[in-house]
């Protein structure tokens, strides 16, 4: 029985030299006669097998080679344990940054832009019709009015207040709402002499 093995075993090897196989094919299950002595006798006896018919093998193209040469013929040796990549630092944990709002945008101011001695002179004259329609209501302050010099008086109030609250971004604006109160109190002021 052991004769048997060692042939089996020895065309296993040469039949798989010859072909170039990469992969080495598995061996074959032991004969049941090692594990159980009466299995030996219905076995048959080396005469009775007959070896595979060898049939000429046309040459095949070589397959790629892939790896080095040590990798190639070391057919069932087993992968190699991967390297463990060294550690790198863990990634930061994202910060939660939250967007600043948008500083506020002044829109752009319409009009002339005017130079420091401009606005000096804008300044001085709307100081100067506002006290001067100041003036002119301050005269008639005692005086009956009637509706309309009443709504009038309104008007001109509402005129230098608008001036006033203009001033700060339009100097030409407040400028003539400023000439405006001063006209309609000194009409009014005339009206009363």
Do not use: W
Request: proline share 16%; net charge positive.
């Amino acid at each position: 029985m052991l004769r048997i093995l060692c042939i089996v075993v020895v065309l296993v090897l040469v039949e798989s030299s010859c072909h170039r196989h990469k992969v080495a094919s598995p061996l074959p299950p032991l004969p049941a006669a090692t594990a159980n002595p009466k299995a030996a006798q219905h076995v048959p006896p080396p005469a009775q097998l007959e070896p595979p018919p060898k049939i000429p093998a046309a040459p095949t193209p070589a397959p790629p080679q892939v790896g080095t040469p040590a990798e190639l013929y070391q057919v069932n040796r087993p992968p190699e344990p991967k390297k463990p990549r060294t550690a790198a630092a863990p990634p930061a944990p994202p910060q939660s940054t939250v967007p600043a709002p948008p500083a506020p945008v002044t829109p752009p101011r319409l009009g002339d832009i005017l130079t420091q001695d401009q606005q000096r002179e804008y300044n001085t004259a709307i100081d100067q019709s506002l006290s001067r329609a100041q003036a002119s209501l301050g005269s008639i302050g005692n005086r009956s009015l009637s509706r309309d010099q009443q709504s009038l008086v309104e008007q001109i109030r509402s005129f230098m207040q608008q001036a006033q609250d203009t001033r700060k971004t339009d100097l030409q604006g407040a400028k003539r709402l400023a000439e405006r109160a001063d006209v309609l109190a000194g009409d009014l002021a005339a009206s009363f002499r």
